[in-house]
Nanobody, 130 residues
Framework: QVQLVDSGGGWVQTGDSLTLSCTAS????????LAWFRQAPGKEREFVGT????????FYANSVKGRFTASRDNAKNSVYLSMTSLKPEDTAVYYC???????????????????????WGQGTQVTVSS
């Protein structure tokens, strides 16, 4: 059983930066690819980015590309989402999720599908004020 704990959310202003963390337990962390999703009030859960088991491969949603960076430290069983130039539309609860399999699927549809991820963190709130 894999447990994920999200942290690092907070209240920031437009243009600020914030780094989220997700720490795992109960598993060989490098065997899992990790993803970040977010969900704003009244909206569906949205893919943000994903990172392979080694950390060498990352993909991002167009809405965050160039502003958000995913990274991981397998020695610490942790994955991070560094967010810069934050906008009010980035306001959401952010979740990390894990899928067994270190290699990123070639299909974007599969990478972005929340149903492909077996384990989820509890979420951390990010609020960006204008």
């Amino acid at each position: 059983q894999v447990q994920l704990v999200d942290s690092g959310g907070g209240w920031v202003q437009t243009g600020d930066s914030l780094t989220l963390s997700c720490t795992a337990s109960g598993t060989t962390f490098s065997n899992y690819r990790l993803a970040w999703f977010r969900q704003a009030p009244g909206k569906e859960r949205e893919f943000v980015g994903t990172i392979s088991g080694t950390g060498r491969s990352t993909f991002y949603a167009n809405s965050v590309k160039g502003r958000f960076t995913a990274s991981r430290d397998n020695a610490k069983n942790s994955v991070y989402l560094s967010m810069t130039s934050l906008k009010p539309e980035d306001t959401a609860v952010y979740y990390c999720a894990a899928a067994l399999g270190a290699v990123q699927p070639a299909s974007m549809r599969i990478r972005n599908d929340p149903n492909q991820y077996q384990y989820w963190g509890q979420g951390t709130q990010v609020t960006v004020s204008s």
